[in-house]
């Protein structure tokens, strides 16, 4: 059976570009990079040329790119950094932001006693940006947690706005990126941005692999301690084929941006205009949203709604419901329950996520199916 994948907000396939960087690599660059001899200083030479790469891409400074396994694990070192080494006694944060934001808030919340407010968000998924304005004229030590590209929905946030008003409010600003890096322009020289996150798995790059940017002069202490690499702020030998992945993909993937875009958002246009065509009363949630991912409320009936998940996966469609960790979980998802009401949240809504890897014709196979169930 031929799979069709339209999940691409969960994960993306590798590249075949990255494959092959990534296996010359391994089979050619063994040494431990903080050896002194020469195989050492080669594989070593490999990082700081990835970290260039990417900081060329991102108009940042190399020594701003530190790399981690996950987004994750930057957001968490990020967060807990700032409270900890920084002296932030409030995050202000949203609601619909990752589990990766929401349970490492929740847990500093719990350790150290840190205030947490949440910024307001509208059916439509777009943040309030008038009460952020009031909550950061609160004078205490802040920093703001908001993401750029909502994971589930594709609601873009105005980060450049909400870095200025963070900015003159003297607020940190973290902004978890790991849905828009390798999938737009970002220029980190323009953007009033102090931290930000990236994952390699969400731009055709491999998984483990991922990194923070941290505006330079701002130190953070370590997230692990036992070595000198990252600057002694994350121990432990570095995956050096991981990393010449990561830094191919954001290559590959800004390097062919503007056609990958065009041939995505014509199949998230195919593809709504399709389903509106068999499903007159579907719905997008969210407005304003990114060019890869189409949530739609599909006007299903109850006993239908937990059944159409099982029949695609069952003809080899992968689509979610919710963010990655929440298919195949019975929970509602958190994002939507913040816009949503209860009867929307009674019917199904569909995330669909696009590569320039698809095609109209699968897009055809996903609506036959729904209409078949
Ligand atoms: N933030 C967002 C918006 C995401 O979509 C994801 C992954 O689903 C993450 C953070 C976590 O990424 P990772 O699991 O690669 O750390």
């Given at each position: ?272 205009q399709q389903l ?70 009674k019917k199904p ?25």
């Amino acid at each position: 059976m031929k799979k069709i994948y339209l999940d691409n907000a969960a994960t993306t396939p590798i590249r075949q570009e990255v494959i092959d960087e990534m296996i010359k690599v391994m089979q050619s660059e063994y040494g431990n990079p903080s050896s002194t001899h020469s195989i050492g200083r080669s594989a070593k030479a490999i990082i700081e040329t990835s970290r260039k790469t990417i900081a060329k891409y991102l108009h940042c400074n190399a020594q701003e790119i530190v790399f981690t396994s996950t987004a994750t694990e930057a957001t968490n070192w990020i967060l807990r950094s700032a409270v900890k080494d920084f002296g932030v006694k409030r995050i202000i944060t949203s609601k619909v932001e990752h589990h990766a934001t929401l349970y490492t808030v929740k847990a500093l919340q719990e350790e150290f006693g840190v205030a947490v407010e949440f910024v307001n968000v509208s059916h439509d998924g777009t943040l309030d940006y008038a009460q952020l304005s009031v909550l950061l004229s609160n004078d205490v030590k802040t920093i703001v947690s908001l993401m750029h590209v909502n994971n589930e929905t594709g609601v873009v946030n105005d980060i450049q706005r909400i870095g200025m008003m963070c900015h003159e409010n003297k607020a940190l600003f973290h902004c978890d990126t790991v849905q828009s890096i390798g999938k737009t322009d970002l220029n980190l020289q323009d953007l009033a941005v102090d931290f930000l996150v990236a994952s390699a798995h969400k731009f055709h790059g491999p998984k483990g692999i991922g990194f923070a940017f941290v505006r330079k002069n701002l130190v953070l202490q370590p997230m692990l301690f036992g070595g000198e690499q990252e600057k002694g702020w994350r121990a432990g030998t570095e995956s050096v084929h991981q990393i010449a992945g990561i830094a191919k993909a954001i290559e590959f993937s800004l390097e062919n941006l503007e056609e990958e875009r065009k041939v995505i958002t014509a199949l998230k246009d195919y593809c709504f205009q399709q389903l509106k065509a068999s499903f007159s009363d579907a719905t997008v949630n969210g407005s304003n949203t990114f060019y890869n991912i189409l949530n739609v409320l599909l006007p299903f009936s109850p006993e239908k709604t937990a059944m159409i998940l099982f029949n695609l996966d069952m003809k080899g469609i992968a689509v979610s419901r919710g963010s990655a960790c929440q298919s195949g979980s019975v929970k509602p998802s958190h994002v939507l329950a913040e816009m949503l009401d209860d009867a929307e949240l009674k019917k199904p809504s569909l995330r669909i996520s696009f590569s320039h890897y698809n095609t109209k014709e699968e897009i055809d196979c996903m609506i036959s199916a729904l209409k078949e169930i």
